[in-house]
């Protein structure tokens, strides 16, 4: 590295720290970001998000033991019970219109004689408006509602069975088995729970998550240093269009000084933004990044390449304006592909290996590495060795077509 | 005098189509040579390849006895060049703007001091030093940019329309400030399609047109060159001349012609101005009396007409 370059570099850097515009675009936005972002899916990511409740409303004109076991012990307690918002109304036609006026999603109608049909084992029908604008939470209602009708008349054909065969045998009398059915079938109410109960569990066993405050750290962080640097690389194509690159080429200054001097004020400027997004969510948000060493090398690698991907796109555009217009174009598609907007979690497999043509998967590959307490360089050599191919390759191209214009 | 710059058939297309076409001139050590022409016709890719900004197609210059081609380094350490945009960074002070260009131009940092407040003091500006360059007016920059051209002590300063766009004061202004480094020894190189900064500043003027130099000298030799006369008009008493005093003035060696028209008689001469004693003389000798006498010199503006059949500033 010559004096000119880095004298080059350091008037870059200068001119930077006096764009304010850019300074609150590149560090205020992704703090902001990552502070909404983890705010909202911290509760969701460790299990303790704040469903929105379903809200339907149920309209009694039974009152009998049935109707209300299930209303109060199914409907209103447990998991679905956490589910559901309940609302009583007096009458099927005001159900109905809050339904119809999208107030609630579902409107359950339990008929006059409702639980004494049941025990008697008698044919009768719960009625259920859905709001079809809403089809996915009313088909979660349509459901439950479906499997208690079910499990009832499962209960209803056993317990008659079973009814009559002890009464044929002569085991009870009908007044003792009357007396016992409706235990028998209250059954229902534990088959249910114990279900709704099964599914939690099996949510509960997923993968180890980052916090997502430390995810979303690393991904805007990510993301922003590609616009950050990408801001930075369309420099060259400000000092083209204002004659000052025309007038460095008029000094006895090499074209290696000068796009040198560009790139080293680049990279600066992305290691430079990554680190104080380091610092800053350590200190807010209470971040933990890991090894200061790995990051380092981590944040240069990632810094490199986004110093490379922004040369390319500026050698790709013809102006700064054009530049502007490509950057989010080529670093947002990336961003959502890499895992920066949509977590790598989540990812189904094709898309999961297709982010790994991005730069943001292969940096928040490393950075979450260390994150996770990695301690060896061994760790983050895959994704640090990738990076820096992927800036090599597009500095190399960029370099060769901002030579020939 | 010696030739600092050697220019010879010196060509440049883009993209099949020829900018400059088989140049070639040479300007001597301490003079100030214009290159005058319209929008169009080739000053600037001339200054552009002077400046090895661009590769001739073909021909060479020597700046200082370097080739352009062959060592454009050396060549670029004995130049210093005025663009015609303002080639500054807006957000730094002119000072600030002024060391970056310093480190550039290779000036050690103890004499970038001093010769970046010499700069300024030539530009009339040590006094806004540490502003910021934005928060200048167009003519201010524009003394800025030149002084960015002086930092290293060039042998040859070239500016490619250093007035464009300023006010008539920072015009004013600037013309004088080149003036003045030409009259301490600083050869200048200077493009313009303002025919009166040309005839104001320069010593030899080429003419462009098209991509090539149609005419070439001093501003007496291209005058003469072309064969423009100068018209002296004489307003007098006519009733009074007879026909002694028009053949005694057509008998003066240096005039072409006679002519009384209305109240005035005119003589057509290549040499106006130093005809202009013998001519009051034979008034005088003829009792003729002289009301009012007016000299019109063809100016540049008249010739490249001539040479071109279009304006200057077509």
Known sequence: MTDKTLVIALKDLSIRTRD???????????????????????????????????????????????????????????????????????EASAARTLVMRGRRVAGLIIPEGFSQAVMTGRPTRLTLYTDPAQSIRAGIVQSIVTRFAAE??????????????????????????????????????????????????????GPRFAPAINYYAIAMGVMYILFGVSIASQGILVERREGTLARLRTTPTTAGDIIGGKLLATFLTGFTQLSLLVVFTRAFYGVRWGSPLLLAVMISATALAAAGLGTL???????????????????????????????????????????????????????????DGATTAAAIAQPVAILLGMGVVCLAIGTWRLRFQ | MDPLVVVEDLTKHFNGRAAVRGVSFQVLAGETFGLLGPNGAGKTTTIGMLACLLDPTSGDATIAGHSIRRA????????????????????????????????????????????????????????????RVNTYSGGMKRRINIAVGLLHQPQLLMLDEPTVGVDPQSRSNILETVKRLNQVGL?????????EEVEFLCDRIAIMDLGQIIALGTQTELRLQVGERDLIRIATQVAKLGTTLPAALRALPGVDDVHVRDDRLEVLTSYGRRLLPQIVT?????????????????????????????????
């Open chain 2, 72 to 131: 454009p380094m050396a060549v670029r350490r004995a130049i210093g060049v005025v663009p015609q945009e303002i080639a500054l960074y807006p957000t730094l002070s002119a000072r600030e703007n002024l060391r970056f260009w310093a480190r550039m131009y290779e000036v050690p940092g103890d004499i970038a001091r001093q010769r970046i407040d010499e700069s300024l003091d030539i530009v009339g500006l040590r006094d806004r030093a540490d502003e």
């Open chain 2, 187 to 195: 050869t200048i190189l200077y493009t313009s399609h303002y025919m």
């Open chain 1, 20 to 90: 304010r515009r850019s300074a609150v675009i590149l560090l205020a936005m992704p703090m902001a970001l990552i502070f909404i972002l983890g705010l909202v899916f911290t509760p969701l990511w460790s299990g303790t998000a704040e469903i929105q409740r379903i809200p339907i409303v149920v309209v009694d004109q039974d009152r009998g033991e049935i109707a209300r076991l299930f209303i109060e012990q199914i409907l209103a307690t447990g998991e679905i019970g956490r589910l559901l918002r309940i609302d009583r109304a007096g």
């Open chain 2, 282 to 314: 034979q008034f005088v000798q003829h009792d003729v009396p002289i009301l009012a006498i007016e000299v019109k010199e063809p100016n540049l503006e008249s010739l490249f007409l001539k040479l071109t059949g279009k304006a200057l500033r077509d």
């Open chain 1, 313 to 371: 796109i500026a050698a790709l555009a013809r102006s700064p304006e054009s530049a502007e217009a490509l950057a989010p174009a080529v670093i947002l598609p990336m961003s959502f592909l890499g895992g920066s907007m949509w977590p790598i979690y989540a990812m189904p497999p094709w898309l999961d290996t297709a982010s790994r043509l991005s730069f943001n998967r292969w940096a928040l590959d490393g950075f979450l590495a260390i994150m």
């Open chain 1, 152 to 205: 009832i008349a499962k209960r209803q054909i056993a317990v008659t069975v079973a009814a009559e065969t002890l009464i044929v045998e002569r085991v009870m009398t009908p007044d003792q088995v009357a007396a016992a059915i409706p235990d028998w079938l209250r059954d229902v109410e534990e088959f249910i729970d114990h279900q709704a109960v099964a599914i939690a569990e099996e949510r509960g066993a």
